[in-house]
Structures are given as C-alpha cells and as structure tokens.
C-alpha cells in the first residue's frame, strides 16, 4: 500500500505541477486538488503548490528523477544477478549528489561494467 501510495502522490504532484504552469489553475484549486488526490493535509499540500509555482517543474522533476532511479536500480539488478547489492547501489546514487540524469545513468552503468568485471 505504501509503493502505491507514493505513486498515486507522484502523479498527483506531476500533474498538479503541469496544471498550474499550463492552465493557470488557482493556487486554491491546486492545494485542493492535492488534498484529494495525494491524501496531503493542506499545510503539506500549500507548500507544495507554493514550491510548485515558485520553481514550475519540480513537481515534474522528482517524479521524473524517482522513475530514473528505479530504472538505473533494475538494470543494476538484471546485470549483476545474485551480486546486486541494493546499499552499493545506494551509496554510489548517494555519494555522486546532485546530478543531471544521464550522468546518474552514465556512472550507475559504469559501476555495473566495473563490477561485472571483477567477477
């Protein structure tokens, strides 16, 4: 229930983030929106809309980078089988910071060659 629960407020934030910077929606209506939708309390819910309209896109933006993990963390797994160990693939999203996307998937697919390699 957890997993789907964030899913459900993923989707809610990227299109809450895309309905205020494409169709001018109130920030009222977005905080309710959130509300209903994400299940957020309207403390949580208003700071999110503020961020939303200060910075457009960073609603889309976690969603987006969240899905990129989860996809560099499944190819990590397929390629290293039984020797994909979920706290080294922490470490090195962790340990890299704030990262453009395809730098993530460049050094994510150079630790799996490195490590396919000292096997």
Not at 2 to 15: E, I, P, S, V, Y
Not at 96 to 109: A, I, Q, S, T
Request: proline share 3%.
């Amino acid at each position: 229930m957890g997993f789907l629960r964030a899913q459900l407020r993923g989707c809610a934030f990227l299109m809450c983030d895309f309905d205020l910077a494409t169709k001018g929606i109130t920030r009222d209506s977005a905080i309710v929106f959130l509300q209903s939708q994400a299940g957020l309390a309207w403390p949580d819910a208003a700071l999110a809309v503020d961020r939303m309209m200060a910075c457009p896109g960073v609603g889309a933006g976690g969603e987006i980078g969240r899905n990129r993990i989860v996809a560099a963390r499944d190819r990590a797994r397929i390629g290293l089988g039984p020797g994909f160990d979920i706290r080294s693939f922490h470490a090195l999203i962790l340990a890299g910071g704030e990262l453009p996307l395809r730098v993530m998937d460049n050094r994510v697919d150079a630790w799996i060659g490195s490590k396919q390699k000292s096997r």
